[in-house]
């Protein structure tokens, strides 16, 4: 058996990967995972531990994660509020914080059967699967937790750098952003074509201009983080030595207008729409792929015919469709720009395209120096 537990931004997940024949202690196992958890206060304590070193530790050691960090709170800004989508992860003080009462008080609230769906993926005769579930699950009680307030971001309408600093790191991490739509958008076809044109792979403009042409990057890539409560981040990045990170912000600047001005031609539609739709089947190869596919319908609000319509639609993108789109939503206006590097050798540097402010991991990413917007510094 293969038993895990995952949390991302919209959903718990507990899965079992078991025999058929073992599917009635199996989801014995699920059920007391799901309704009856120990919190062991020692082990509470030793996981909260692990966790603490775990945030410290990627705030210090990877470019990318620090980037994340700053990148999510900006594009998800809330004059009045904190939004739910704009903490990336955890930072270390606020794990410190968390009590095992915490915790506790989170399961009971948001662990319910009236939050939850059950999921069996194989050759599972769907009758006898029901009465196992209702065994395994009895007495199984709790309402609806009340829905996060999902208050509309406002990123900042001047466009600001932000620049997270690594002392002495001979790379640096380049990020250019913008919000597009809600996942449910009947667009989303076209913007994920559009998406595998700009930066998925080694066909992408990304890698044939940023890494290949001008040399200034070891990779580099777009991608769209799905989202179930809000617009769907459009992220341009590249990773880059600290002498090269100001000509690499440059030239995700450059391919996101491009995309938005000039819109894919036909090959380049033709390639993507082909590779999203062939690739498709790849993800359909397992008993828990398939579970997880399922479970993502209901989490992003999506109907029972979506894989099937998804495929369709992306084979048949034309021209007109992509432009719309790409006008849209890979336009250089309501950025968010963020490098993690060496501020010493980048900051003076960086403020061609903004005004700086510098930012401090190991202090909760707080805000400190800042260095005015001066158009006419030189990149290099």
């Not at 304590?45 to 900006?74: C, D, F, N, P, Q």
């Amino acid at each position: 058996a293969d038993l895990g537990v995952l949390t991302d931004r919209d959903s718990t997940r507990v899965s079992l990967g078991v025999t058929t024949g073992d599917l009635d202690p199996a989801l014995d196992i699920l059920a007391a995972v799901a309704m009856k958890p120990r919190f062991d206060a020692k082990e509470f304590g030793k996981l909260r531990t692990r966790e603490v070193e775990r945030a410290a530790a990627a705030a210090k050691s990877s470019a990318g994660y620090a980037a994340s960090m700053i990148l999510y709170r900006e594009l998800f800004e809330v004059p009045t509020a904190i939004h739910p989508y704009s903490r990336y992860d955890a930072l270390p003080s606020d794990l410190q914080k968390l009590t095992l009462a915490d915790c506790k008080a989170w399961h009971k609230q948001h662990m319910t059967p009236k939050n939850a769906m059950l999921i069996a993926a194989g050759d599972v005769d769907i009758d006898a699967f029901a009465k196992a579930a209702e065994r395994a699950f009895a007495g199984w009680k709790g309402d609806k937790p009340e829905q996060p307030n999902f208050t509309a971001p406002m990123p900042d309408a001047e466009r600001h750098l932000y620049l997270v600093d690594r002392p002495g790191s001979g790379q640096a991490n380049v990020m250019v952003a913008r919000l597009g739509p809600e996942r449910q958008t009947k667009d989303w076809p076209s913007l994920a074509v559009l998406n595998q044109v700009l930066g998925g792979g080694v066909a992408g403009r990304l890698f044939l201009d940023v890494r290949e042409k001008r040399s200034l990057a070891y990779s580099t890539g777009s991608s769209l983080d799905e989202l179930a409560n809000a617009p769907v981040p459009v992220v341009l990045s590249a990773g880059t030595q600290t002498n090269k990170a100001p000509q690499a912000m440059q030239a995700l600047l450059d391919n996101l207008e491009r995309m938005g001005k000039n819109p894919p031609t036909p090959a380049e539609i033709e390639t993507a729409s082909r590779y999203l739709s062939d690739s498709f089947l790849f993800k359909t190869e397992t008993a828990g792929a398939l579970a997880d596919m399922t479970a993502k319908l209901s989490v992003l609000s999506l109907p029972d015919s979506y894989f099937d319509d998804y495929r369709k639609a992306v084979r048949t993108i034309e021209g007109p469709a992509a432009m719309a789109a790409a006008g849209k939503y890979f336009a250089g206006d309501h950025v968010v720009l963020v490098v993690a590097g060496d501020a010493e050798k980048l900051a003076q540097r960086l403020t061609h395209f903004a005004k700086v402010i510098i930012i401090d991991p190991n202090k909760g990413f707080a805000p400190g120096r800042m260095l005015p917007y001066n158009p006419t510094q030189a990149l290099e």
